[in-house]
């Protein structure tokens, strides 16, 4: 599982994480490798100082450029994964300094049911390190594993066959930039749905749509953390 955030920058209305799951890591990786050394060889990309910085930062849905980011979507859509999100509205009040109350709530929400479908699996929950915090933040989220793996075997009656292994990383983890990529891009359309007559409903002939509609089927779950909603499948999101 490779699960990363956004939402922190002064602009955004929403703070959200999504969680990548996946059976084939390897795979995944070697066609992300693959894509950026495409990238970086073609032709059409050079000039393009963000594909300079490509084989150090990797991708990076915020810094790549909008003909890099088409390249990456389009990947993305084609390879085996599920993604699963949790979203809340941004507080006016709310800054990144003020701590990881927020990151957690959404985190072992996410989580819960993640983990309450593997329990006879080896779980391994990658996240994307968290400024100079990394020994600190692994700890503080595998007391949230741990929370969460003590309720689901009290509640169900069940135990885990194996302790989920919590680990956080950089850029050099190429497959957060799976969950940076679904992060952003459901962010985005979020921002862009607009209400009328009572209902939610987006502009399908925006960018935020069409990118949003190409990850859509890799999308299982979607939960508004503060009203319970979850959109799935048969309930779709707008």
């Known amino acids: 599982m490779y699960v990363d955030e956004t939402g922190t920058d002064q602009d955004s209305t929403i703070l959200a994480i999504a969680c990548i799951v996946t059976s084939e890591p390897d795979l995944l990786q070697k066609r992300l490798e693959d894509l950026r050394t495409e990238i970086e060889k073609g032709k059409q990309f050079r000039g393009i100082p963000s594909v300079k910085n490509l084989s150090k930062r990797g991708f990076h849905y915020c810094e790549d450029h909008q003909e890099v980011k088409s390249e990456v979507i389009k990947l993305i859509s084609q390879i085996p994964f599920d993604a699963y999100i949790c979203y809340r509205q941004k507080e006016d009040e709310f800054c990144p300094s003020n701590g990881f109350d927020w990151y ?39 007391a949230i594993i741990k929370r969460l793996i003590n309720e689901i075997e009290l509640k169900d009656n069940t135990s885990f066959y194996h302790s989920p292994v919590v680990k956080s990383a950089g850029k050099e983890e190429v497959c957060l930039a799976i969950a940076d990529y679904v992060a952003a891009i459901f962010k985005n359309h979020e921002e862009a749905v607009k209400i009328r007559d009572n209902k939610l409903v987006s502009d399908l002939s925006s960018w935020q749509s069409r990118d949003f509609s190409m990850l859509r089927p890799k999308i299982r779950v979607i939960h508004n953390y503060q009203t319970g909603e979850f959109f799935t499948r048969k309930n779709p999101f707008p």
Not at 111 to 134: G, P, W, Y
Request: charged share 30%.
């Open 104 to 142: 957690d709530q959404l985190f072992g929400k996410l989580m819960h049911d993640r983990l309450r479908k593997h329990t006879q699996s080896l779980v391994n929950i990658c996240f994307e390190q968290h400024a100079n915090k990394v020994t600190t933040r692994e700890q503080e989220l595998e």
